[in-house]
Each structure stands twice: as C-alpha cells, then as structure tokens.
DNA sequence: GCGGCTACCTTGCTTGGCAAGGTAGCATGC
DNA sequence: GCATGCTACCTTGCCAAGCAAGGTAGCCGC
C-alpha cells in the first residue's frame, strides 16, 4: 500500500480534518465511520487511522461530548456532538483558515510584495 | 516565549509554507531573509527556523537551484530560484491546493452529504 | 578592533496524519 | 450453537514539518 504520509498533501493536510471534523459536527451527531466516509469522500483524510486519534483528542479537550447510542444494523455507536467549548473552537478555526486562505490567495496572486 | 509549535494555526500552516515559498520564487529570485520577510508578514511562518530547513530540503530535492551574490550593504546573500522541476512542483501543489480549499469550502458549506 | 547589524544555518522538541493491526458486537446461514 | 462476514471502535509506531533557541560569520561605522 502507498505511504500517503510523505505526500505534500498529507501535510498540507495537517490541522484541517480537526477543522472540518467540528465543522460536519456543527451540522448534527454523527459517529467515527460516518464521519470517515464524508472525510475521505472530500479527500481530507486517508483513513480510519487519522480520524479516531483526532476524535480522542477533541474529546480530551472538552470539544465534543459523546453519547453511545445502539445501531438497528449492527454494534453500537459513538455519536459525537460538539459542546459550547466545541463551537467557540470552530469559530476561531473559521477566522484562522479565512486568513490563511487569503494570505495564500495574495501570495499566488503576487501580492507578496507590500504596497 | 511563547511556543507556538503547538498551536492549531502552526498545524494548519504545514505544507503551506513551501508552495509558499515555490510561488514566491516563481515571480523572481529571492534569498532567505526576504522570505522570512514577505511570509512573516503574512502570518504564513513565525520565523527563520522555518525557513532554512524548508530551503535546504527544496534544495536537496532539487526544486530551487542556489546562486551566491554579494550584497552592496551586508553580508553575501544565496539566492533562490525555481528549476524546471519546481515548476512542475509548483503546478501540483497549485492543483492540491485548489482541490483542498474547495472541499473545505464545501464541508463548511453544509455540503457534507452526498448528492 | 569592537559593537551592532545582516544573513546564514543547526539542534531538539512537538504535533498531527498515516498504515497496519487488533478487539468486539451483531446478523446470517447452516 | 457456532462459523463467517460485516460494522464499528481503538492503539501502536513511524514520519514529516513548524518552531524556539542558539550558533557562526561577513560587513560597516566608529
């Protein structure tokens, strides 16, 4: 199998999926494979093997709140939602990638020079 | 002083940083501390210890070639342009690039669902 | 020749994505 | 009841990149 995470992609990757995870979460509850699928569907994640990591950490940091909740198609599922803490992260994410998104936009469009 | 290798815009910023830096060079030459400088300037690095690594690896892969010029007002300066390949480099991370905004546009958008 | 400035580079640490591997509940067929 | 396959969760170990701090050295004015 090929090694995604030597690719520039892989790094420019990096901080994004925490991003858009809280953003999908802004949306409604949704569990760790519902949540692979739309990732990888949008080519921002490669797999299971980055999104349960990220949950663990937005959990231990009080971003979302997670509720166990049974499946009527198989074993039971974590559904995660994001607490008050959660929405103010996905705020000042927001502001921080508009930023950074413009910032590349200028520097592309030759704008890197002042005045 | 701050540690900001730990926050969530110096995640977010990986890989940015070097197509970055491929656009710059691919206006005009440049040497190191101007890069520092245009990039500082717009929140993309924190500083050199970015930046010199970053260099050193562009070069190691081939993707900038190096000239030394004196300078008429300090010390010699190496400058730094773009190779045929890291022309073609700077196509692909425009193209990733392209390819990521959007679908973080998207995820932000509410249009995580398919169809 | 000394202080300050410019410019280059290195070291050690931290973080996050990734592949691979592992555990277990549940449904189906026999 | 139990073997098989699917769904869903999670962990381990590795790698790449950004960063702060620290270091070297050329050049200039005094």
Redesign the pocket.
């Known amino acids: 199998?090929?090694?995604?995470?030597?690719s520039?992609l892989?790094?420019m990757?990096?901080?994004?999926?925490?991003y858009c995870v809280l953003a999908l979460l802004g949306g409604r509850e949704r569990?760790?494979?519902e949540l692979v699928e739309v990732l990888s569907r949008h080519g921002l994640?490669?797999?299971?093997?980055?999104i349960?990591?990220?949950?663990?950490?937005l959990r231990r940091q009080g971003l979302v709140v997670t509720t166990w909740r049974?499946?009527?198609?198989?074993?039971?599922?974590?559904y995660y939602a994001l607490s008050a803490d959660g929405v103010v992260a996905t705020e000042r994410f927001a502001r921080d990638w508009a930023a950074l998104s413009e910032s590349v936009r200028k520097i592309i469009a030759g704008e890197g020079e002042p005045g």
């Open positions: 199998m090929v090694t995604d995470g030597r520039p892989a790094q990757r990096k901080g994004l999926a925490e569990y760790g494979v994640i490669a797999g299971e093997g980055t349960y990591p990220l949950l663990s950490r049974e499946s009527e198609v198989g074993p039971p599922r974590r």
